[in-house]
Structure formats: C-alpha cells, structure tokens
C-alpha cells in the first residue's frame, strides 16, 4: 500500500496560481499511474488529471485543460499539479491517488491522500 499526502491548498484570488504536491510512500512508486481527483461541496468527486508512470503520457479534464500542469518527480516519489488561472469554480478538496490502470474513473484507483482544500476567490 501508498500511504499519501497533499499539500500545497490554500485560499488564492481568481487568476492566481497554486501548486499542489503529493508526497508518496511505501510501496514502489514509480510504477504506478497517478492522478488529481477534485471533490466540491455537495458533488461527486470528479477526474482532474492524470500521468502515466513514465512521466511524459498525461491527461486532462478539458475544464482543466491548458491551465493546469500535472507531473511527477520519480526520484522524490512525488506528484505535483500546478495550477493557473484559477477560477473560482475550481474551489475543491483536491486528492491525489495512484492506480495499476490507465483511467479516469475514481473506482480505479486504489490509494489515495487525505486531500487539500483549494479555494479561489471572485
């Protein structure tokens, strides 16, 4: 098992700019795929992004897509997504996970953090 923590959440004004981190321990990292899951109040948690053990395959929710970054340092065993332009409806509790599968289905990923909280003001 992963044992997994965020930081990095914080209150910021919309356009401002976050950068979440994921810090991972236990089991080998490296071969895992990782993903950004995002949960607000009163909705479901939903997909963010997601990158491939290799570091260079990447995925993103087009809500998401050309303002935020998501990549991983092997070496360190962390994940990280960088986040631009923030919109206040990007206001969550942010999770970072690791799954065997290539996916953006929650169900498929089988480790996950205790969450940071991202809020963006209008």
């Known amino acids: 098992q992963v044992q997994l923590v965020e930081s990095g959440g914080g209150l910021v004004q919309a356009g401002g700019s976050l950068r979440l981190s994921c810090a991972a321990s236990g089991r080998t990292f490296g071969n895992s795929a990782m993903g950004w899951f995002r949960q607000a109040p009163g909705k479901e948690r939903e997909f963010v992004a997601e990158?491939?053990?290799?570091?260079?395959?990447?995925n993103y929710a087009n809500a998401v897509k050309g303002r935020f970054t998501i990549s991983r340092d092997n070496a360190k065993n962390t994940l990280y997504l960088q986040m631009n332009s923030l919109k206040p409806e990007d206001t969550a509790v942010y999770y970072c996970?690791?799954?065997?599968?290539?996916?953006?289905?929650?169900?498929?990923?089988?480790?996950w953090g205790q969450g940071t909280q991202v809020t963006v003001s209008s």
């Open positions: 996970a690791t799954s065997r599968l290539w996916s953006t289905s929650a169900l498929d990923y089988n480790d």
């Open positions: 990158i491939y053990w290799n570091g260079v395959t990447t």
